[in-house]
């Protein structure tokens, strides 16, 4: 069957209320998104498994869900305000801006690694390298300039006199600076970690490809607090089960690879990303890194507040280190998307199936009459299924093009109500997979249903 291309995924996206373009009675707003129905569901099931296995299932590791609007004295602690900000360059001739890391990367097919050299480098690789404007070919650049990618709002009752503040451009400072009070509180002894979900606004030079790089974006993520003897040991622990997580939701080994930075931060010990082999081409999908003790230590200096751990065993201070792992809920969303889409040959016929891993399908089921004198019967399945999983519910067409619309949201069990079932009670179930269909007591449903979503 023919490959999947970002434009197919996109327009299934839309059409079956996975996704649709953000603001688009006005034209839309490039590079936004919205969720529609299903893919809030796809979302939050996503977020759900990632909170199960790496909060709920890990005793060491605690949530919070810090505030979006933070002081903007941590941004300055951060570095973001003074130096985070990406080399960018304008094409003279038609007026594109591009990042000038990515023109380089791309232009050696990710044999230069970029990120660590200076604007003076990149400025003359892509001058004796000849690279033209990837929009109209000309080459006529300006020179690099830093582009702060945060959006900025302000504070105050007036506009004259208010405060600029930040929309945060990424959520782990929400953690750093909860330190203290998450270990406090919950009376934690390191090696233990703070989890968030939630939103990181940037205002990306070069978004697009779907979900994959947008203006404001969900980022799950961690921070390991450690002693730095055992620190290296949990960011490989952490680079497993990262991978681990990946592909227990379904995406395929093949598709997965480790990219280990050989150029660090400063500050960094090690960093390493997983990338996933999306229709654009191999990509990050998350990133692990060890950032030794610089967050805090930047907090500690900026805040003049000591953030130092008192280890309850030997009664000695100090700076734990911080292993960081960092996933974006849509980006991962997309590469789940891409894994699940299937056009599948039938013997007379062709049908698009999203194989998603049950535990993150939109519905778990869908409740089909087969004829509408049927409903009733059909509503009070749907009612008390209902109480326990996101089901659907359908009377309307033939009941091939019901299967059909349930394959491509990924609903994984269809049950039909027929006459019989008004006799005894029992129902036909089929899997979206196999498209196998079973007999069982509707009494049965609600406890297969749940062996068959675990994740
Ligand atoms: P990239 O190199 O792709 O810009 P990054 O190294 O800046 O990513 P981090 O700051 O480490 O990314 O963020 C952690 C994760 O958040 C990324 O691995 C990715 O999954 C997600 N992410 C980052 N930026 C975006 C974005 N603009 N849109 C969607 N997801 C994003």
Redesign the pocket.
Known sequence: MSKLTMEKLVSLCKNRGFVFPGSEIYGGFANTWDFGPVGVELKNNVKKAWWKRFVQEDPNTYGVDAAILMNPKVWEASGHVASFGDPKMDCKKCKQRFRADTLVENHSKGSVSAEAMTNEQLEEYIQSNHITCPHCGGFDWTAIRKFNPMFTTSRGTLEEGADTVYLRP?TCQGEYVNFLNVQRTARAKIPFAIAQIGKSF?N?IT?GNF?????E?E?M?LQMFCKESESMEIYNDYKARALKFVEDLGLKSENLRYHDHDKLAHYAKAAC?IQYNFPIGWQ????IHHRGTWDLSRHQEFSGKSMLYLDPFTNEKFLPNVIEY???A???TLALLCAAYEEEALENDTRIVMHLHPAIAPYKVAILPLQKNLSQKAKEVYASLAKDFMCDYDEAGSIGKRYRRQDEIGTPFCVTIDFDTLEDETITIRDRDTMKQERLKINELNNYISQKIKF
Not at 211 to 215: C, K, N
Not at 284 to 287: A, M, P, R, S
């Open positions: 990424e940037r990306e978004p979900l994959f790089r947008t203006i974006f980022q993520e990303d990050e999908l998350n990133g960092s996933i974006g849509d980006r991962l």
